[in-house]
DNA sequence: ATAAATATTGACTATTCAGTCAACAAATAA
DNA sequence: TTATTTGTTGACTGAATAGTCAATATTTAT
């Protein structure tokens, strides 16, 4: 039975980004996830488990999320097409868990282990990144740099995107938003 | 006798960086600032109102160091380019308040007056891309969103930096960051 | 059916912390 | 000088909280 444990995950990120996560009570979370405070500590050693685990199991979410339709065989250029209309359509869903990632990717409340392996886990985008590179489709900059910043724009446009959800339906924008992710990096 | 005020503020930005918000006591901020608890709330009504203190009076000196030999007739691209170097050489002289504003912008424990106050302080940078799109040399776009991707491309490129600091003295590198920004929003 | 393992409960505790306050010190004004 | 305001101190308090534990319930294995 882990619908407990799935309800304590999912009441500890709301109240994590509402409230920050000192300012959150495992008797909170408990209470609002339905079950007794102890459950949450038979499911999660500590409060700071349950924090690194909210952080890596929606790590992996969104890693699955950005892989959809994600194929081998695709150009680098439309690979990180399909990446940028996933990582938006993502953001648009799961606004809540993109704030936990903002506000917490970089607190110290998240473990640096807990962190690398959230970082490993995006290197698929790196190689693309590396693999447009060789094939001269990229400009030729160190792969890391490319990589940071169209992480960079990506996260400007999808701030922007979510400040004026009414833009959300108008396809040009989206596309003006791509032309921008891709033009900064293409070589 | 103001050294004590600033003591507090300075402890207090990088304990709390440190160790986040609650998990830091006004105990050692105090003790760390070389003062009693009781001064801490001499100066500071409340914990949250030091907080909101930090983050206003350095977003002060930001914007102080943005607009460092910024002049009213420069071009939009020179005035661009100007904030960029800015804003690079503040983010490596003042790394701390940078982690500062990453962790704390989005917080709940920054109130939203205190944020949209240091938002307004911003509108300058605004200006100059509305200015930018007027005469033609900025992308066609709304004009929020190019100020958000540029934020984000800069972004961006100040943690790479900071990732490879040794890039620091390679002026052809922090060129080409420029280049990056740039070309992302020239039109 | 019985035993063993696992899940669930919530009252309880030892600790921690934001903010107070009364006393004292230093600076400033009259 | 004397009075008044402003700065400084740190022991103290009332409230809140992470995690425990012994009891009970439920599931799984034999």
Redesign the pocket.
Known sequence: ?????TALLESGLRLFVENGF?????????REA?????????????????INSIYIENKDLLIKALKMDLEEQMTVKSKLRKLFFNFVYWALDYTCELQFFNQFSNSPFIDQLTKEQGMERFSFVFEIVKNGQETDVLKDLPADLLFDVAQGVLNGFVLNLLANRDRVNDLNFLENGFSLYWDCIKG
Chains 1, 2 share one sequence.
């Open positions: 039975m882990k619908d407990k444990r000192h300012a959150t009570p495992t008797s909170q979370i408990a339905g079950v007794a405070t102890g459950t949450l500590f038979h499911y999660f050693k500590t409060k700071e488990d349950l």
